[in-house]
C-alpha cells in the first residue's frame, strides 16, 4: 500500500541554522504533499503543501522540495528559531486521494 | 471560526468501560477524519466522512470502535468495552477540499 516516511527521528539544530528534514513516499501517483508541524499538546498544523507538478515551493522561511525520480521530499526551514521546535510530519494522499496519511514524524530540536 | 473542536481533552477510564470522543469540524467543511496518534505507530486514520456518509471505515481497530456522523457539525467515535491499548491521542480533522485537513486540539485517552 502507500505510505511516506521520515527519514531520521529526531534532529537538533543551533538556533540560526538552516534545518533540512527528509521524507520519502511510495505511491509515484500521489498528486500533492503537505507538511505539517505539531506542537507539544496540539493537533498538526498546515505549513506548506507542493503539488507533484512542482520541483519546489517557498513559503515564509520554508522550502519544500520534491524528487519525482528518488520519491523523496524535504522540508528546509532557513534560520530556524526556537519557536520551531515541534513534531514535522510529511503527508500524502491515501490510495483512494480520499484522506491524508503520515509519516512517522521528525521531532526538530532547535537549541539557543 | 473556532476551528475544530473536541471534547473532552483529556479522558481517563477504567477497562472495560464505554468512551465516547466528541468533535466538532470547521463549518462548511464537507470531510471529516478521526485519526488515532500512538508512538508506536505514529498518526492513524481510522474513519474517513463525506458529507455526513462513512466513506472509509478500514483503518477501525476492531468492532469495538465506531464512529458516527449525525449531522454535518457533529462526530462521534465510541470505543465500547475500552481497553488498555487503546490508549492514545485521537484527532479529529475537517476539510473543504481533498488536501488540506484542519486539526482540533485532541483527546487524549488513558485506559488504565
Known amino acids: 500500500g502507500e505510505s511516506v516516511g521520515l527519514h531520521l527521528p529526531t534532529l537538533s539544530v543551533q538556533e540560526g541554522d538552516n534545518s533540512i528534514i527528509n521524507c520519502a513516499y511510495s505511491n509515484s501517483a500521489s498528486d500533492y504533499f503537505i507538511w505539517y508541524k505539531q506542537e507539544s499538546g496540539k493537533g498538526p498544523q498546515f505549513i506548506i503543501d507542493i503539488r507533484s507538478n512542482m520541483d519546489k515551493r517557498q513559503g515564509q522561511r520554508v522550502t519544500v522540495l520534491l524528487n519525482k525520480t528518488v520519491k523523496h521530499l524535504s522540508l528546509q526551514i532557513a534560520a530556524t528559531q526556537p519557536g520551531d521546535s515541534a513534531v514535522y510530519f510529511c503527508?500524502?494522499?491515501?490510495?483512494?486521494?480520499?484522506?491524508?496519511?503520515f509519516g512517522k514524524g521528525t521531532t526538530l530540536s532547535v537549541s539557543s | 471560526d473556532a476551528g475544530v473542536i473536541q471534547s473532552p481533552r483529556h479522558e481517563v477510564t477504567e477497562m472495560g468501560q464505554e468512551v465516547t470522543l466528541r468533535c466538532k469540524p470547521i463549518s462548511g467543511h464537507n470531510s471529516l477524519f478521526w485519526y488515532r496518534q500512538t508512538m508506536m505507530r505514529g498518526l492513524e486514520l481510522l474513519i474517513y466522512f463525506n458529507n455526513n456518509v462513512p466513506i472509509d471505515d478500514s483503518g477501525m481497530p476492531e468492532d469495538r470502535f465506531s464512529a458516527k456522523m449525525p449531522n454535518a457539525s457533529f462526530s462521534t467515535l465510541k470505543i465500547q468495552p475500552s481497553e488498555p491499548r487503546d490508549s492514545a491521542v485521537y484527532f479529529c480533522a475537517s476539510s473543504l477540499t481533498s488536501t488540506e485537513a484542519f486539526f482540533g486540539q485532541g483527546t487524549r485517552l488513558t485506559v488504565v
Open positions: 503527508a500524502g494522499p491515501n490510495q483512494a486521494g480520499t484522506a491524508l496519511i
